[in-house]
């Protein structure tokens, strides 16, 4: 599971880049989406 996390915690700071440049309102959601899937992850 750690691993999943850390994963997610990369493609998160992927976005923040993507962020930067144009993609605002599409990473702003998605990095919401994770966020919350990160934390039903421990559940299964």
């Known amino acids: 599971m750690k691993h999943i996390i850390e994963e ?3 493609f ?3 976005l923040k ?3 930067e440049v144009t993609w605002q ?3 702003a959601i ?3 989406s994770l ?3 990160a934390l039903w ?3 299964f």
Do not use: R
């Open 17 to 19: 880049e993507i962020e």
């Open 12 to 14: 998160l700071d992927f």
């Open 35 to 37: 966020k919350n899937a």
């Open 30 to 32: 998605a990095e919401y």
């Open 8 to 10: 997610l915690d990369h």
């Open 25 to 27: 309102p599409y990473c």
């Open 41 to 43: 992850i421990p559940l």
